[in-house]
């Protein structure tokens, strides 16, 4: 069970985005780790977020469940800025959200919640991002998703397959995967687990 006071701790995707930028202007990012290379990666982040936010589309069936939701809904996302998956995938589930005033987004800081974030580890690790969902009523988990969609899973364990181990090639190479998939085998994901739900009145 997922207290109150975790969830009472949680920001807003604006509020993420704004401290976000705030510690770009200081050199920094999230978490213990301040390495050049982590700060390089929030900053393309950043500017990602803000695109894909602007630009995606919701599929048509996506937006008709999603509007269907007639219980109210938290959504936890465990993020840290500098994390790829979660600057490609955060938008969506933030767009998708929008749709119906009664899902209310939060998001935790990874690194600073591990108690929480250990609860949710994906194959031993604490990937991200990880979305749980909640009924906001009792905080019983209702789904989670994360840290990326089948496809892009599918092509992350080709590349380790094939021996790569040059973390910059590995992102360049995901980074492709991203742009070809469009964002639509996360928004397939959240359908399906949306349908799943009581909490969507499908008609």
Not at 123 to 147: C, H, M, Q, Y
Not at 149 to 174: C, N, R, T, W
Request: proline content about 3%.
């Amino acid at each position: 069970m997922i207290t109150p006071e975790t969830i009472a701790k949680g920001i807003s995707y604006q509020t993420y985005l704004a401290l976000t930028e705030q510690l770009l202007t200081e050199g920094k990012t999230t978490g213990p780790n301040q390495s050049k290379e982590y700060v390089h990666y929030t900053e393309l982040n950043f500017h990602r977020m803000k695109r894909i936010f602007k630009t995606i589309h919701i599929l048509p069936d996506l937006e008709q469940v999603t509007k269907s939701i007639s219980n109210k809904m938290t959504w936890i996302i465990l993020t840290e800025a500098w994390c790829g998956d979660a600057a490609q995938n955060i938008p969506v589930i933030e767009k998708i959200a929008a749709l119906n005033h009664k899902i209310e987004v939060i998001y935790l800081l990874r690194d600073e919640n591990l108690e929480l974030m250990d609860q949710y580890l994906t194959n031993g690790g604490r990937s991200i991002p990880k979305l749980i969902a909640l009924d906001a009523e009792t905080n019983e988990e209702v789904f989670t998703w994360g840290p990326r969609p089948a496809a892009i899973q599918k092509v992350m364990d080709q590349l380790k397959a094939d021996g790569f181990a040059e973390i910059s090639k590995i992102v360049e190479e995901i980074q492709k995967a991203y742009n070809e998939d469009k964002t639509v085998s996360v928004q397939k994901e959240m359908l399906h687990l949306l349908k799943n739900t009581t909490h969507a009145k499908l008609h």
